[in-house]
């Protein structure tokens, strides 16, 4: 059904040449339903007071109808012009389509607006307190937040909000002007990224699923189990579950005889298309589980967001378009 709502995109930019190719490539492409930009790129956690990293190590082995648009506000901790190595442009406009290759953002594009924000910096890239490296940005964001190297966020939020002053927004992703891996996603607060690791475009997509759908990471691992679910609550995010109310969740979409803990499948289709209960999500190997074996919020390697989050993700459009 055809609604007269959609969400707008706002993209705070540094003005580096490939920034600036950047917000060109945001304004060329514009909606056919909304005057504004369409999107220009590509979560930790889920609220802001969570103590752990929700950017995925890289990869292991194994509606309210509120009568108004819904605004995504992207801002880029980007700096001062230096000179790239060819083809980097066309990596940022590249990163300008990640988010809406993805459903069910793609098919519901007509409800988004992105709006791209110049942030100058008077410094590049991103400070690393770890290895004593600081640097003058328009957010002063930094890695090494809660003592991990690859968490990404800024503190400085009224600088993030002044330099959106003026624009109406509801959602920010931020573009760090970084090769390193890394980033991070608060909901209903910011994304923030990295954008010249090989890995950004996917993790852009992950930490949206934290700041814009509340999504928790399905990722847990040996080596830094985190004891953040008690295993007899169940997590309010709708894409983990202890069990404990699961027909809260997605009981639902599991078929009838489908085994608890649901056993893993080498079939690459059907690791990331069946429903089921499999253990090990939210940083905890145990007693967590995720409804599908793989998703865009469990590993970069896996194309598209699993089905109990595209209907959660799906449902919060709704709420906020319908």
Not at 225 to 233: A, F, S, T
Not at 294 to 299: A, E, F, Q, T, V
Request: charged share 25%; hydrophobic share 30%.
């Amino acid at each position: 059904m055809k609604t007269d709502f959609s969400i707008n995109v706002q993209v705070n930019l540094g003005v580096t040449p490939e920034i600036v190719a950047l917000v060109n490539a945001i304004l060329c492409h514009r909606p056919t339903v909304a005057p504004t930009a369409e999107e220009a790129l590509d979560g930790n956690g889920q609220v802001d007071n969570k103590p752990e990293d929700t950017t995925p190590a890289q990869p292991q082995q194994p509606t309210n109808k509120r009568g108004r648009k819904k605004k995504e506000d992207a801002a880029a901790d980007k700096p001062e012009p230096t000179k790239e190595p060819a083809g980097d442009e066309q990596q940022e406009a590249a990163a300008n389509e990640a988010l809406f290759n993805h459903e069910p953002f793609k098919k519901m594009r007509d409800r988004f607006n992105v709006i791209a924000v110049k942030s100058p910096s008077e410094e590049s890239g991103t400070s690393e307190p770890a290895k004593g490296i600081w640097k003058n940005t328009a957010l002063h964001s930094h890695f090494d937040t809660f003592y991990s190297d690859r968490y990404l966020t800024t503190l400085h939020l009224k600088d993030l909000h002044n330099w959106l002053a003026g624009t109406p927004y509801e959602h920010i992703i931020v573009l760090v002007n970084s090769k390193k891996y890394g980033g991070g996603g608060i909901l209903n607060s910011y994304n923030l990224t990295s954008t010249h690791h090989k890995w950004y475009k996917p993790v852009v997509v992950h930490e949206f699923g934290h700041s814009f759908a509340g999504l928790a990471d399905e990722y847990a691992y040996d080596f830094e189990e985190i004891p953040m679910y008690p295993h007899d609550v169940e997590p309010w995010e709708p894409n983990i579950t202890t069990l404990v109310n699961f027909s809260s969740k997605w009981k639902d979409m599991v078929k009838k005889g489908t085994p608890i803990p649901t056993p893993l499948s080498k079939n690459t289709k059907v690791a990331e298309s069946k429903v089921g209960v499999f253990e090990g999500a939210g940083y905890s190997t145990k007693g967590v589980y995720r409804g599908v074996q793989d998703c865009r919020m469990r590993i970069n390697d896996t194309p598209e967001f699993c089905p109990v989050c595209k209907r959660a993700i799906t449902n919060l459009i709704d709420f906020y378009t319908k």
